[in-house]
């Protein structure tokens, strides 16, 4: 007569199996976080050359979005502790929430909006009921060095290597100044004072 180990410990490789898509998510996240701007090209970076510079960009990473969607789909549910998988997937879906920007398109902005709705799949929300994006924000998830922080002071930190005040660094990173503002909208004021 079995006791039931058997099947436990499988189901248990099923959910590792699974939740190692994380990492890869991760990885392929990070790549599509836009690089600096090669400045000075001119003195004011002219549209035209913005547009050729993203120009490659946005098929590369319309690709890794992709690829994103259909790891997060293999996914099944999910603990809130692999959230912290998923702080370079925020960045790179504020930089290329909006197809109308230079270093989006209406393909790779689609493609952010299926990756949410996966998202609240995968961590059991609400989106109707939760609005965009607020609830993964408003979260803690354990580190060891921080034992509690908010998903939205991770990635606070996160801005400070591209949107330093230094010499005006933050003009060379567009993306991520549109993608700062963005994020920014996700939470409400009461929730992050």
């Not at 590792?16 to 400045?39: G, H, Q």
């Not at 197809?99 to 996966?118: M, P, R």
């Not at 354990?142 to 660094?169: Q, V, Y």
Request: net charge positive.
């Amino acid at each position: 007569m079995s006791d039931g180990s058997g099947l436990k410990k499988s189901v248990r490789g099923i959910a590792l199996k699974l939740d190692s898509n994380w990492p890869e998510v991760c990885d392929l996240a990070t790549s599509c976080i836009l690089p600096k701007l090669p400045l000075p090209i001119s003195a004011e970076l002219e549209e035209k050359e913005m547009a050729l510079f993203f120009l490659n960009e946005k098929g590369r990473i319309g690709k890794n979005l992709q690829n994103i969607l259909q790891l997060l789909k293999n996914i099944k549910k999910s603990p809130a502790a692999m959230r912290k998988h998923i702080i370079p997937l925020f960045l790179v879906l504020g930089e290329q929430e909006d197809g109308h920007q230079l270093w989006s398109s209406s393909a790779n902005e689609e493609k952010c909006s299926l990756i949410i709705a996966e998202l609240y799949r995968i961590f059991d929300m609400d989106m109707a009921e939760n609005g965009p994006l607020s609830p993964f924000f408003l979260r803690d998830f354990e580190t060891i060095s921080n034992p509690i922080k908010t998903t939205f002071a991770h990635l606070l930190k996160s801005f400070r290597p591209t949107l330093g005040l230094k010499e005006g660094k933050w003009k060379s990173y567009p993306a991520a100044q549109h993608a700062f503002q963005w994020l920014l909208f996700q939470v409400k004021v009461s929730d992050i004072s």
